[in-house]
């Protein structure tokens, strides 16, 4: 009897409403459009501080090398040989008490 039905297949409507939006499937997301502006000013900040900070880097290595403290001179301490021998018996004696 019903055999030329075919199953699971509904109709299509006949009559359609004028006004009815259709949703697009490749509409671009608006978070991820303004996530990628985010991150792309966020990148021109950190360009420019990185500029900024090696700019006060070379000013500092510069300031720092025409600032530089004058080498110290080295005094040499001399030494003043005992007056006495050692006496390595005596201390040897010492040593062996402890």
């Known amino acids: 009897m019903a055999k030329n039905k075919q199953k ?3 109709q299509k409507n006949i009559f359609q409403v004028a006004n009815k939006h259709l949703k ?3 509409k671009a ?5 303004t996530l990628k502006h985010i991150n792309a000013v966020k ?23 025409s600032v530089a403290p004058e080498p110290k001179k080295q005094t040499q ?8 021998s050692v ?9 062996s008490q402890l």
């Open 8 to 10: 699971g297949k509904k």
């Open 24 to 26: 697009h499937k490749n």
């Open 29 to 33: 997301k608006p978070v991820t459009t």
């Open 43 to 65: 990148n021109e900040k950190v360009e420019s501080l990185n500029q900024i900070f090696t700019e006060v880097q070379r000013d500092c290595k510069s300031v720092s090398k």
């Open 77 to 84: 301490v001399v030494r003043v040989p005992p007056k006495e």
């Open 87 to 95: 006496n390595v018996d005596s201390a040897a004696q010492l040593f």
